[in-house]
């Protein structure tokens, strides 16, 4: 079994002792498994139908921030706001890992089942952030995923320890040539399902799908559970 998936089971156990509260607004008393009351799950932004099949911005999408990246479509499930936000920063930060198949079932039940046809292969976290952290949280996600819809799963890139850091950095910034460093483990996937947790800029995105394509994807598609609709997505 991988150490996150222990992780995850250890947690679910004390679940039964302690009953979970909400990751994003501490509500106590949920039932052990669940990650975010029903109220925040009310409270989740969905995106509109019409979304950009290269970006997954609202339409009308007059400059596509996509238009030249190697992943052929993205999607998204959910906004990046409000309780959305919360659960990300809960996910990364607070050691929330039960959000990750709360992500992964939304994904499972609302991406177009186009977009999930091929292997599965999580966008990899810094390595420092990992260590940090004692997971991935893209990793759970795309673990969680597989389970969920039986699609196979890669750990198909690395990521080198002299890329930069994306939290926290600017649009602009994440941008730059140069700043991120993933390569393939191998021959990539024909096609190949790049998952994350939330899609701001694109640049991390497109920075593994053009390693995978350099290795020999045809195609690559981008899914993450949220998608950054503001100045920041563009």
């Not at 990992?130 to 995923?145: K, Q, S, T, Y």
């Amino acid at each position: 079994m991988a150490r996150d998936d222990r992780g995850v089971r250890c947690e679910n156990l004390i679940a039964l002792v302690v009953p979970p509260t909400c990751a994003a607004c501490r509500a106590p008393g949920l039932r052990a498994g669940d990650a975010l009351c029903a109220a925040c799950r009310r409270t989740l932004t969905r995106l509109p139908a019409a979304c950009c099949e290269r970006c997954a911005l609202p339409l009308p999408c007059r400059r596509c921030p996509a238009a030249g990246a190697a992943f052929a479509a993205a999607w998204s499930a959910v906004v990046y706001e409000g309780v959305a936000r919360d659960a990300l920063r809960a996910l990364k930060f607070a050691r929330a890992r039960a959000l990750a198949d709360v992500m992964a079932a939304q994904i499972a039940a609302c991406a177009p089942p186009a977009l999930l046809l091929g292997t599965l292969v999580a966008v990899p976290a810094h390595p420092v952030r990992r260590r940090v952290r004692g997971f991935d949280p893209a990793e759970l996600i795309c673990a969680a995923l597989a389970r969920r819809t039986g699609l196979p799963l890669a750990r198909a890139l690395s990521r080198g320890a002299h890329s930069s850091q994306q939290l926290g950095a600017s649009g602009t910034l994440r941008r730059q040539p140069g700043r991120l460093a993933f390569t393939a483990r191998g021959r990539a996937p024909q096609t190949a399902i790049l998952i994350d947790d939330v899609h701001t800029t694109g640049s991390t995105l497109d920075a593994c799908a053009a390693a995978l394509r350099g290795a020999g994807a045809r195609r690559v598609v981008a899914i993450t559970w949220a998608r950054a609709v503001g100045p920041t997505g563009h």
